[in-house]
């Protein structure tokens, strides 16, 4: 087993300090240090067992891995003030939603030392944030996406790589820009949807009644409109090429629809609506069978 | 409390035999006749309680309440069938997911009986469909929208409304217009953007790697993709004036969202997302009130 002598975490909430529970209760860490804005927030997680010590961004100096899970509008700020602390045999790696920004970001602050910083984006969360919402098997069965850069040499991919398994991580590798175009797809383009639907809504004068008449599809639909309004700014202004071509393709099957609807072509609609709910049953039932098949293994261990 | 002699309810599915199943548990009805077109469907709700007896059209005769829960395109057939045996003293009623198509349905089928006839709309369903799926606690709590007529004699409205409300439903009313219009934007709208977004990514080159990486935010986000291809045609075109409306005032706050992110403006997106995480929290602290105050009600009783 890979054991890391010392981790410093920047950012000690759902993110890091969940990956920092889990390296611990497997064993797998002696000394995770937490560095963060606030004090208050970095006493709590050592009250909870995140982390051993409080440091600086001095605190690299002697880790085997450095963590930025702060807010990703940080990471350039944050990646400034460990540079001249890196030392050759650390690898650092970040849990940002985007990633050809983090990669310029990088590129730009840590000049030479480009090859010891392993992009990442773990494809896990939860509603709650903050060192009580961090749990030792948040990543056991989610995929953490890694998108290593040329500069990186493959045994500080395979550190990094290693620390995710060990929290209970499947990894998957992607290029920076693949993984923004499947992300700005499936995550960035859904939120931005939903955010407009709601605002839509609520901005007429007969909001009250609507939002009265809005029953659990309209609830499930809107979700991800409950989110964080900073953090998807970021994201949304961080990944904003690949958002706008999605937003453009999307409006553009808006306006098929539309036409569908407007000539009352009822079988243009239904196939549509057909091949969509085809493709999302075919889509649960992988994920099913993706569960079960863990589930299986798991009992058969 | 008022009891129903006989109730004639054509669709024994979900909707039409939960509402036979209420009234049945609460003592509120005497004798309920299935019709529909299928005798094997008929003779399984027969045996799980729902219905005393198959009928035909002419069973309204003898009727005092005829509930339509038969897919929304058969209600004008299914008028026409039953309109030469209605007799004075019953009251039609339906539960359609749209209404203004309804009334036109029906003012054409019974000609000088349309004061017979009270256009409803249940707000409760589940995933499940057939005799099976039904529950007698369906609408318990639930919203039932009623968009009575000028036609309709009070006395008459009152009878559904009770029915209704001997479900355990909470009964609103609305003209048809303004329910078609709420249902638009909250319900309509979002099952044609779900459906968009799927069939957009399911016909891509790269689909499949797309859905791997696609988690609980997509998944919630397109659940109403999974609905009935038919039945949601059936809608759209049953409500096609309101749902292009919606559908090109969302299109035209996208094109909104689009400019602000085209612009690099941090601001303005987060102006709008936090608008509309600020009303969707507002909407959600509503209903849990009122789930409370509901609770907290039955508690005393």
Redesign the interface.
Known sequence: MQKFNRIVVFGVGLIGGSFALALKHGGCVREVIGVGRRRETLERAQALGIIDGIGSAASVASADLVLLAAPVAQTETLLRDIAIHLQPGTVVTDAGSTKSDVVLAARAALGDKIGQFIPGHP?AGREQNGPDAALPDLYQGK?V?LTALPENAKDCVTKVAIAWEQCGAII?RLTAEEHDA??A???H???????????????RD??E???Q???S??????????????M???I??AN?PA??AE?????A???H??AR??A?D?AG??K??????A???A??A?IEAAEQARADEQGGD
């Open positions: 494809i995929k996406v998957h499947v992300f797809a499936v995550s383009l859904p939120h931005l949807l939903a955010y407009a639907l709601v605002d839509d809504i609520a901005a007969n909001a009644r609507l939002f008449y809005a029953a599809g309209f609830r499930d639909f809107t979700r991800i409109a409950g989110s964080s309004p900073e998807w700014r970021d949304s202004l904003r958002l706008l937003l453009d393709t999307y409006t099957q808006l306006a629809l539309r609807l407007a009352s009822g609609l239904e549509i609506y057909g091949r969509a709910q493709a999302r049953q889509w649960i992988a």
